[in-house]
Structures are given as C-alpha cells and as structure tokens.
C-alpha cells in the first residue's frame, strides 16, 4: 500500500472516529425548531400588541387640553362613575387599568396584573407633562421645535473611500469568527483526546510499527481536521436554516451578497481547512508530549495560543482596514479567523489572500513535520515529559 493510500486510510478512520451523521442532523432540527419557536413568539406578541387597551383617567383638568394618544392605549373620561365604582371595575376585569392624576408630576395606575403597554403610556406622560411645563413658560411651539429638532449628520463617501459594513455584514463576521472558534476546538479537543487516550492504553507503540509516525500523525491532523470542517459547514448550514425559516415568519433578516461569490465561498472553505489543519498539527504534536492529561501542565497551553489568535478577529469589526488587521492578516496563527471576518467587512486585496494563503500552507508543511518528529519522539516517552528545552532540540536534529 502506497505512503499516501496508508495517510487516507487512517483518516478515513479518524473522521468517521468521531462524525455522527445523527447528530448532524438533530443540530439541523434544533435550529430549525428554536426559528419556529423564535417565529411564532414573535406573532404572539404582535398581536398581544395590537390589542386596544381602554383606560379611565381621574382628574383629567391636571392635564388641559390633552392630545389624544397616537397608539393602541385610549384614554377614557370617568363618565360619571366614582373612584369606587372604577377600581371595583378594573377588578372584574371590565377595564383595564384606571389612571389617577394626582397632580402634574404625579399619579397612581389601578390595574390587576403588570401592563405590557406600562411604558407606552409612561412615555405619553412623560411628553404630555414636558408640553404643559413648556407652556406655562410661555415659549411658542415653534421654539419648542426648533429647540428639540436634532442635529443632522449626511454620510457621504469619497469614491476611491473603503465600503463601509452593514449590520448585516457585521454579524456576518461574527458568525464566521465564532464557526471558526468552534471548528478550531473540536479540531483541538477531538485531537487533544485521541492522542493522550492512545498514549495512555499503549495502542500507538503498536500502530507505529506498521506505519511510520509521520503517516500516523498525518492521517490524525487530515482525518479530524476535515471532520472539524464538515462540523462546522453543519453549524453554517443550520444558522441559514433558522435565518432562512425566521424571515419565514417576517423577521427579514438579511444574508450579505458577499455568501454568493463562490470565489469568496471557496477562500473560506480554505481557510477554514487551513485553519483546522493548522491547530491539528499544533495539538498534536503537544498532546504526544503528555502523559496524563489530568495532572499536566502542559494541558492548558493547548488551547491557550486559540484563544487570542481567533480573539483579534473581533478587533476587525471596529476597523477593518488598520495596519495591525492588515498584518494579522498575513500571519498564519491568525489568518484564518482575521482575513474571514476582513472579507465580509470590507475590500480585500486578491495580493493579501494569495499571500495569506500561501503563507498558511508554508505554516501548516513546516508545522506538519515539526508534529511528525515531536510525535515520533515523545508518543514512546513515559513517566518523564520532554521539556520545551528538548523538544526544540528535537526539531533543530530534523
């Protein structure tokens, strides 16, 4: 069996290892399930907001000349009915609340349960109190206008300006970072596990005299990192279904043009798998460094270097365009998450892909073979854990 046949036989192992077409699914009819139950939410409570509500005000003079209310609330005069009667009215029910002025700075609200409307008629006090004390000092409504009128602000645009994100670019960009986030640790999870348990039952001494521990750990680092991908396309896949089945329902969510430019589809996917296939070797050779993951201190600087390197994507929402984006574009700790989210937010160069690219498969060889020694020195190593020390003089005899 050929060097290359032997790498795609061990991955084929490793992703169907860990991918489980069921849960794929049932992520697919979670999220279908939360935008029906979002969908039908919102329904509800339009037409819980559309409901009229009838209130009877006492001692409507403290508010002369009232202006009837432009929304669903209507303020009723007593009619001849005294508090009494009223409160006893609102009790059974047949009103549903009674508004008690008690001066124009004051008042008291008989309902029998908390409003959903309390604020709408708040606001309507609040405005109608504002008027009333505006008009007894006597300024004219002119003045009141001009002197409430905002300050208006018109966005214009040099034609050779960078294009400015929307809102719904902008949570575009999230979603990616955040796919990305999750991708990068199930990939560092899933390898952090498989390595640390084979290690501890000794299965790999085994293995490793029938293949090399280069093909072994290529197989790991392909087989886990396109299950890490396809896990992710299933979340991808699962958020344009519940985006999809909400507007569905009204919401009218926006998708940015930008996710149907196969070219642009195409750099994620390669990124995404460059992304993977980067942390994947990462892990891989520090998890063969471990003996029990439980009492190691090398365990926490798996996931460690994650954290900031998928992190300063979010930095790209404020200012796309910086040098320190344009920079952490390049840099293949980074790339992957930064150059998504740039590509969502802004224009890219075709120069800055192809070159963060490139530099990302330069990262990922070099990384790839450096995980290859470390995890054919130290996979045979037991009771004592090579220092960082070792290790690099390890890689320095490659």
């Known amino acids: 069996m050929s060097r290359f046949r032997i790498v795609l036989e ?171 986030f999750i991708g990068v640790f199930y990939s560092a999870g899933n390898q952090f596990v498989a390595i640390t348990g084979e290690k501890q039952l000794r299965v790999t001494e085994q293995i490793i005299s029938a293949v090399s521990p280069q093909q072994w750990i290529d197989g790991k680092i392909l087989g886990i990192g396109v299950f890490s991908l396809v896990r992710t396309i299933g979340f991808a896949v699962s958020v344009f279904a519940f985006v999809l089945t909400l507007n569905l329902f009204g919401w009218q969510l926006q998708i940015p043009i930008e996710f149907t430019n196969p070219a642009m589809l195409l750099v994620l996917v390669v990124l995404s798998i460059g992304g993977f296939l980067f942390w994947n070797a990462f892990c891989a050779a520090l998890a063969a460094t471990i003996n029990d993951p439980n009492t190691s201190s090398k365990t926490a600087f798996v996931f460690a270097p994650i954290l900031p390197s998928i992190g300063f994507a979010f930095a790209a929402l404020k200012n796309p365009d910086s040098l320190l984006m344009q920079i952490l574009t390049l840099l293949p700790i980074t790339s992957p998450a930064v150059l998504s989210a740039r590509l969502v937010l802004t224009d890219v160069a075709v120069w800055e892909v192809v070159l963060a690219v490139v530099l990302l498969m330069v990262a990922i060889a070099l990384l790839r073979k450096a995980a290859g020694k470390i995890f054919h020195l130290g996979i045979l190593m037991y009771g004592k854990e090579p220092t960082v020390k070792e290790m690099v003089r390890w890689l320095r005899k490659t």
Do not use: C
């Open 10 to 180: 061990i991955a084929r192992w490793e992703f169907f290892r860990w991918f489980k077409l069921r849960d794929q699914i049932i992520t697919l009819l979670i999220a279908v399930t939360m935008s029906i139950a979002f969908g039908w939410g919102q329904m509800f409570l339009g037409r819980n907001s559309s409901d009229q509500v009838n209130l009877v005000v006492l001692n409507e003079d403290i508010l002369p000349e009232r202006v009837q209310m432009g929304s669903r609330i209507t303020l009723n005069p007593p009619v001849g009915r005294s508090e009494h009667e009223l409160r006893e009215a609102v009790a059974r029910k047949e009103l549903d609340g009674l508004l008690i002025l008690k001066s124009l700075d004051e008042g008291e609200l008989v309902v029998h349960k908390d409003p959903l409307w309390k604020n709408e008629l708040q606001q309507y006090l609040n405005l109608e109190r504002r008027r009333v004390k505006i008009e007894q000092m006597k300024v004219s409504g002119a003045q009141i206008t001009d002197a409430l009128s905002p300050f208006n602000i018109t966005m214009k645009y040099p034609e050779t300006a960078m294009k400015q994100a929307t809102l719904a670019e902008r949570i575009s960009a999230v979603i990616l970072i955040g796919l990305m």
